[in-house]
């Protein structure tokens, strides 16, 4: 198995090319070298960084590392000084070693893995997302840290500012900064602590997700509803542009709780997933 990139000049410490290329243009899908020999099986791109985990279940990550969402740990050089956090190529993530990691996910500030354990525990990383979640200041939030008061994890999804979470059981927890309402709890209250989405999925179990920006989508009963923000103008603009309609809804307004979108046929969701501001989706048609 073989492991492509390829992109644009922004940010290319984000692609895993070497230092001396980090401003080459990748117009076309390029092998990652460094990865010769090593099987990925799941890979997650965040704003501007990379995670990975191998089929041994190891934790790799690279790109931009600030906010400290590559998990590595700021780190000292010559007289104290604080070094660059970026990598160019994939750093196994030093703290994660030795814990089998069976998902992962890169947002924007943060990421998040989840061992394969029989706690299936939730570890993140990121300066914002920790302080968000608690954490005290004497804590280093550039290394993992174990999220509690979760049950058993499967999945993530990491937005802008949130994190969402399913469960063995199908229930789906989130926390954050709420922004738009991208939690789905009814409100645009920060949740400091992961809280369930309950709604349409106290019916249904939840067995995807996915963050965008400052908004989610989820499938649950084979049907995809999508919350928070939805456009900039609260309905569409006369000359018919807006930055919204993400949601899926036939608007552009903000929603606070899941919704359904109807797709006046009858189709089976497989899979979601949320860009910066656009969404889409895999059917079945039933």
């Given at each position: 198995m ?5 992109g644009g ?5 984000s692609?895993?090319?070497?230092r ?21 099986k ?6 501007e ?5 191998t089929?041994k ?7 931009g590392?600030?906010?400290g969402?590559?998990?590595h740990?700021?780190?000292s ?5 604080i ?8 750093r196994?993530?030093?703290e994660l ?22 706690n ?6 990121g ?6 979640l ?29 994190t ?8 789906l ?9 991208c939690?789905g709890?009814?409100s645009t209250?920060?949740?400091h602590?992961p809280?369930?989405?309950e ?11 996915s963050?965008?920006?400052?908004h989610?989508?989820a499938?649950?009963?084979?049907n ?6 939805g456009?900039?103008?609260g ?5 018919g ?8 809804q ?12 109807n ?20 059917f079945e048609?039933n």
């Amino acid at each position: 198995m073989e492991n492509f990139i390829c992109g644009g000049r922004t940010h290319m410490v984000s692609l895993a090319l070497e230092r001396n290329k980090a401003d080459t243009v990748l117009s076309i899908p390029n092998k990652v070298e460094c990865l010769n020999g090593v099987t990925i099986k799941i890979i997650s791109l965040g704003f501007e960084h990379s995670i990975a985990v191998t089929d041994k279940g190891e934790t790799l990550s690279w790109g931009g590392g600030q906010s400290g969402r590559l998990g590595h740990g700021h780190q000292s050089g010559i007289f104290g000084l604080i070094k660059s956090d970026s990598e160019y190529t994939p750093r196994l993530i030093k703290e994660l070693e030795g814990l089998k990691v069976k998902n992962a996910s890169a947002g924007m500030l943060h990421s998040v893995c989840i061992s394969a354990t029989e706690n299936g525990s939730v570890h993140i990383f990121g300066e914002r997302a920790n302080k968000k979640l608690g954490f005290s200041e004497a804590s280093n939030c550039s290394l993992p840290s174990v999220v509690d008061g979760l049950p058993y994890a499967e999945k993530a999804a990491c937005g802008g500012y949130h994190t969402c979470v399913i469960t063995g059981g199908g229930e789906l927890y989130v926390w954050g900064t709420n922004e738009n309402g991208c939690l789905g709890i009814g409100s645009t209250d920060v949740a400091h602590l992961p809280e369930r989405v309950e709604g349409p999925f106290l019916r249904h179990s939840v067995s995807e997700v996915s963050c965008g920006w400052k908004h989610t989508a989820a499938i649950s009963g084979g049907n995809v509803y999508t919350w928070g923000w939805g456009g900039s103008h609260g309905t569409f603009s006369v000359d018919g542009h807006s930055s919204g309609g993400q949601l899926g809804q036939g608007n552009d307004v903000d929603y606070i709780k899941p919704t359904k979108i109807n797709f006046r046929r009858h189709v089976k969701a497989l899979q979601v997933s949320c860009g910066f501001n656009h969404t889409g989706a895999i059917f079945e048609y039933n």
